[in-house]
T-cell receptor, first 112, second 114 residues
Framework: DAGVTQSPTHLIKTRGQQVTLRCSPK?????VSWYQQALGQGPQFIFQ???????QRGNFPDRFSGHQFPNYSSELNVNALLLGDSALYLC???????????FGPGTRLTVT | AQSVTQPDIHITVSEGASLELRCNYS??????LFWYVQSPGQGLQLLLK??????LVQGIKGFEAEFKRSQSSFNLRKPSVHWSDAAEYFC????????????FGKGTKLSVIP
């Protein structure tokens, strides 16, 4: 049983560019959340997708957007990258009626 | 809004010694509480969770945690630490039904002396 997978593993971008990160949820899970983890900090909630719609959003600007596909996989898009966007981006999935979230290995984004 | 405080940034213990990592939360209703572990460069692995019922919960890898409502705490314990337990540990609180956003503490880094 495959867990949550994310791609790519690492990414280097320049300020002002745009980036897309991808996530495939654990088998049987239909809800995907994205978190940003800055160096030395705990993860911070960005948003959650269910039934291809954004259901909840944390305190992140509109530069952060997402999408969920019919197969429950998800993308996180960040526009106009800033140096402060450098972080580990974690995807988590769960079942609709489940409270346990399972995390992927993350994508390390470096903005130069 | 909920919040989580992990007072200890870094803890060092000897292999075989007991361990307790502290976690205090702030939330107006009954919280859903979690402990996750993160090895360097890795994602988060769920160690244990508390939703309701017995306030002492058992998790994987020999860890346990106790929910104390009066102290707003959910401390993580292990009777005998192994070198492989060296990692960063995060406590998280989830809001009640209908909201599954997790709020994390800043983490406690555990170092184990052989």
């Amino acid at each position: 049983d495959a867990g949550v997978t994310q791609s790519p593993t690492h990414l280097i971008k320049t300020r002002g560019q745009q980036v897309t990160l991808r996530c495939s949820p654990k088998s049987g899970h239909d809800t995907v959340s994205w978190y940003q983890q800055a160096l030395g900090q705990g993860p911070q909630f960005i948003f959650q997708y269910y039934e291809e719609e954004e259901r909840q959003r944390g305190n992140f600007p509109d530069r952060f957007s997402g999408h969920q596909f019919p197969n429950y996989s998800s993308e996180l898009n960040v526009n106009a990258l800033l140096l402060g966007d450098s972080a580990l981006y974690l995807c988590a999935s769960r079942r609709t009626m489940g409270y346990e979230q399972y995390f992927g290995p993350g994508t390390r984004l470096t903005v130069t | 809004a909920q919040s989580v405080t992990q007072p200890d940034i870094h803890i060092t213990v000897s292999e075989g010694a007991s361990l307790e990592l502290r976690c205090n939360y702030s939330y107006g209703a009954t919280p859903y509480l979690f402990w996750y572990v993160q090895s360097p460069g890795q994602g988060l692995q769920l160690l244990l969770k508390y939703f309701s019922g017995d306030t002492l919960v058992q998790g994987i890898k020999g860890f346990e945690a106790e929910f104390k409502r009066s102290q707003s705490s959910f401390n993580l314990r292990k009777p005998s630490v192994h070198w492989s337990d060296a990692a960063e540990y995060f406590c998280a609180v989830g809001a009640g039904a209908g909201s599954y956003q997790l709020t994390f503490g800043k983490g406690t880094k555990l170092s184990v002396i052989p």
